[in-house]
Nanobody
């Protein structure tokens, strides 16, 4: 198991930017998939972006061109750069470490960080 701690959430105006960080308790070099998910009250958790050990990335259609996921293996940290934020990006954002790529439910979750986009 790996412990994950997210940070970087907060209140931002529409069109603004935030960078979320997910610090892992151990090396993420061999973790097949690192991902960011988000969840609104009463809704299912959904994928925002993911990154594999092979360097592949995947993004939800709603964030393509605005969000960027990066892995810093040296720092055991995954980042989510969020630009051009919209009201609908307001959610709790969670980091997931999926060791063998079997799916997020088989991985570890962080505690979440709140992102609020409001004028």
């Amino acid at each position: 198991q790996v412990q994950l701690v997210e940070s970087g959430g907060g209140l931002v105006q529409p069109g603004g930017s935030l960078r979320l960080s997910c610090a892992a308790s151990r090396s993420i070099f061999s973790i097949e998939v690192m991902g960011w998910y988000r969840q609104a009250p009463g809704k299912e958790r959904e994928l925002v972006a993911s990154s594999t050990t092979g360097g592949s990335t995947n993004y939800a259609e709603s964030v393509k061109g605005r969000f960027t996921i990066t892995r810093d293996n040296a720092k055991n940290t995954v980042y989510l750069q969020m630009n051009s934020l919209k009201f609908e990006d307001t959610d709790v954002y969670y980091c997931n470490a999926n060791l063998y790529g079997l799916g997020p439910s088989f991985g570890s979750w962080g505690q979440g960080t709140q992102v609020t986009v409001s004028s």
